[in-house]
């Protein structure tokens, strides 16, 4: 597990806000120089620690509007049945992520449509049409609050490699 120091904590929290920002931006508000942030920031990266950029898009203003979280139970349950499935649904275009889950559910999926009709026919007609597809429980998304800066837990030692 790769684990940080406080510096470079700073520098997550101001990724995290904002992953445009500048070099300079990012090493004036931490407080050291620029060279220090950047050779920080790619040590960050080359441990694995920064996993990548995204853009994040508003769905209601692409035609995607409807969320909903769906809660699918696999029969029989294998490894392979699993992965499978998990790569099919992964796969499709209404899916916009997959958890595998241990409990009663064996798949959560998070799905963005144009409407309700559309999150039908997805659960009628992809989900239910599978054959390893025991249950499917569906619930609507009123409101997707996320949250952007995530930070190791308190108590746990924050050394570099």
């Keep these: 597990m790769a684990v940080v120091d406080e510096l470079d904590l700073a520098i997550l929290r101001e990724l995290q806000s904002d992953a445009r920002r500048t070099n300079r931006d990012i090493a004036a508000a931490v407080g050291v120089s620029p060279t220090t942030a950047l050779d920080r920031t790619r040590a960050l990266r ?4 920064i996993r990548g950029a995204t853009l994040e898009v508003d769905l209601e203003s692409i035609g995607r509007g409807v969320q909903a979280l769906v809660a699918v139970r696999i029969r029989p349950p294998s490894r392979s049945i699993i992965e499978a499935f998990r790569d099919w649904v992964g796969a499709l275009p209404q899916v916009l992520g997959v ?6 559910e064996d798949f959560i999926i998070h799905v963005g449509v144009a409407s309700n009709d559309d999150l039908y026919a997805f659960v ?3 989900l239910t049409q599978r054959r390893e597809v025991a249950d499917v429980r569906t619930s609507i998304v009123y409101e997707h609050l996320r949250n952007r800066a995530v930070v190791p837990p308190r108590g746990r030692p924050r050394r570099r490699d």
Aim: hydrophobic share 40%; glycine share 16%.
């Design 99 to 104: 958890f595998v889950t241990s409990g009663n």
């Design 46 to 49: 080359a441990r694995g620690v």
């Design 124 to 126: 009628i007609d992809e």
